[in-house]
């Protein structure tokens, strides 16, 4: 790998493009209100995220 590829500059971004299809991904899956799935990834392009279905009778659910 060349040198600086793996920084947060490059690698934030796909990081991210990954994360938002993990989450079209989850939204065709069965699961119980309430039921959150939370990804963090580790170093300078890492974060948290957290997908999820609401609770049951929480503002915005179905």
């Known amino acids: ?3 600086g590829a793996d920084g947060p500059r490059l690698l ?3 990081l991210n493009t990954f994360l938002r299809a993990l989450s079209r991904t989850l939204r065709g899956l069965d699961a119980a209100a309430g039921t959150a ?5 580790p170093g300078g392009a890492g974060g948290r995220a957290v997908d999820g279905r609401p609770e049951a009778g929480a503002r ?3």
């Open 1 to 3: 790998m060349r040198p």
């Open 12 to 14: 934030a971004p796909v």
């Open 37 to 41: 799935v939370r990804v963090t990834v």
């Open 60 to 62: 915005g659910a179905a």
